[in-house]
């Protein structure tokens, strides 16, 4: 089991001990196009400069999920809108990845029933069963 994000680095300046972070504000709405948009891809907002952050994005995660040797049967799980928009845009995945609802929006629990949130069950008791 491996947990990867989006980017190496916070994408909110609240996460920086500054409240700013490395970046200035005209940059900081720029990330939050791309983290707040619905649009289907990661270059399917409305603003160019949001576009071509984006597909860098996509492009580190794309390298990094590259460097990544997946076991024969092994099942990806993209949590919550942002991260599926990047998962559409991957290549090199072993099969088609579940979608879950991400677990800071506290819905696991109040929607426990949902097939994806039982096959997420099963994967992790699965990964965390210990060897005989």
Not at 13 to 33: H, N, S
């Amino acid at each position: 089991m491996a947990i990867m994000n989006v980017s190496n680095v916070p994408l909110q300046p609240e996460a920086y001990e500054d409240k700013a972070g490395p970046l200035t504000p005209d940059e900081w709405d720029l990330i939050r196009v791309v983290r707040d948009s619905m649009a289907w891809r990661v270059d399917g907002t409305l603003t160019p400069e949001a576009n071509r952050i984006g597909n860098i994005l996509l492009a580190g995660l794309q390298s990094r999920v590259g460097r990544v040797t997946f076991e024969r049967g092994a099942t990806v799980v993209v949590c919550g809108a942002f991260v599926q928009r990047f998962a559409r845009g991957l290549t090199g995945l072993p099969g088609k990845p579940l979608k879950v609802y991400h677990p800071s929006r506290n819905l696991w629990k109040s929607n426990p029933d949902r097939d994806e949130h039982k096959e997420l069950q099963k994967l992790f008791a699965k990964s965390t069963a210990p060897l005989t």
